[in-house]
């Protein structure tokens, strides 16, 4: 019985690994294409949307020169961190993780365009 437990427990950690895992820059930059017209994620001037240049780890509507809508404010005002996990969920559905969002983008459906997105926001000098 401890042996098909621990062969379970192994199973379900194993199944459990994140989204993000995996990404690719490279193809990262080429679906990034579709958020492009809005952000940029290599230069820190802000376009109708924030700029999304170090983006990882800071928190959520932290851009002092920009104006958030204020579902983002509020978001960001109950310690929301772009971290991969959040920054996952999100772009799958803006509007579904924070209700009222200006941003008008549908989401990613598809988990490895996620994870892709996210390795290029990590470091996108890795693209070239």
């Known amino acids: 019985m401890p042996r098909l437990f621990s062969s379970l427990l192994l199973c379900l950690c194993l199944g459990a690994a994140p989204v993000y895992a995996g990404g690719d820059a490279k193809t990262g930059a080429a679906v990034f294409r579709k958020c492009g017209a809005c952000h940029t994620a290599t230069e820190p001037n802000n376009r109708v949307g924030p700029s999304l240049m170090g983006l990882i780890g800071r928190p959520a509507a932290s851009i002092p020169d920009y104006s958030y809508s204020d579902a983002m404010k509020a978001f960001g005002a109950e ?19 924070v209700g009222g969002t200006k941003m008008s983008f549908v989401g990613l459906k598809k988990p490895q365009d996620i994870a892709d997105v996210i390795a290029y926001l990590k470091d996108p000098s890795a693209a070239k």
């Open 79 to 97: 310690g929301h961190v772009w971290d991969e996990a959040t920054l996952s969920e999100y772009l799958m559905s803006p509007k579904a993780m």
